[in-house]
């Protein structure tokens, strides 16, 4: 089972709506990741939070928003996305340094369709 | 040069054999390295990490590490159909939380 909850499991939206995609994390990880990943692709980081800042932010479009509210969750906020947004969105959660090298568990995904 | 390199496939291999995926990494300090398992339709799931030169086993599976060559390999031994899935190799740099993926390898076991 996957300590690594994310919320809603499958979503579809138009253009111009607004949505937000939820993670949390229960291994006390202090590292969150959102990916994005297309069919026959491996996945692609989008954002890095780590201690619930923003430390990467891999030049993804302002459609996609990060959001951090505490070390244990993550939103992803959506709006005005486009039909190639459409992609299984993927979050992770790691420790941070320390002697661990930082395994990244992955959640079971949100699966995106834009209309 | 991509900086993680796997052979794309697929592979099929019969039940009960061995099966070997390998992947090349380009730069020299990274320090970690990751095998996922996808089944398709679902998230990736951690079966191997490995830091060290050498042998990692763990089951059926053995990941293996050569620094020198910059290749990572992950044996599966006594193949099954349910291994059937898509195997990402995964290299992580010292002080970085990025993970670099190679672009997958689809494992076929055939009964």
């Known amino acids: 089972d996957t300590e690594v909850t994310q919320t809603p499991k499958h979503l579809v939206m138009g253009m111009t709506n607004k949505k937000s995609l939820k993670c949390e994390q229960h291994?006390?990880?202090?590292?969150m990741y959102w990916y994005k990943q297309k069919a026959k692709k491996p996945p692609e980081l989008m954002f890095v939070y780590s201690y619930e800042k923003l430390s990467i932010n891999e030049s993804v479009p302002s459609r996609f928003s990060p959001e951090c509210p505490n070390s244990s969750l993550l939103n992803l906020h959506l709006h005005a996305l486009q039909p190639e947004d459409s992609a299984l969105y993927l979050c992770?959660?790691?420790?941070?340094?320390?002697?661990?090298?930082?395994?990244?568990?992955f959640g079971p995904g949100t699966r995106l369709t834009v209309l | 040069q991509k900086e993680v390199e796997q052979n794309s496939g697929p592979l099929s291999v019969p039940e009960g054999a061995i099966a070997s995926l390998n992947c090349t990494y380009s730069?020299?300090?990274?320090?970690?390295f990751f095998w996922y398992r996808q089944y398709s339709g679902k998230s990736p799931e951690l079966i191997m990490s490995?830091?060290?030169?050498g042998d990692k086993e763990d089951g059926r599976f053995t990941a293996q590490l050569n620094k020198a060559s910059q290749y990572v390999s992950l044996l599966i031994r006594d193949s099954q159909p349910s291994d059937s899935a898509t195997y990402l190799c995964a290299v992580k740099k010292g002080g970085s939380e990025k993970l670099v993926f190679g672009k997958g390898m689809k494992l076929t076991v055939n009964p």
């Open positions: 291994m006390g990880h202090r590292a």
């Open positions: 992770a959660s790691s420790q941070v340094g320390g002697n661990s090298y930082n395994e990244q568990f």
């Open positions: 730069d020299r300090v990274s320090q970690s």
């Open positions: 490995i830091y060290s030169n």
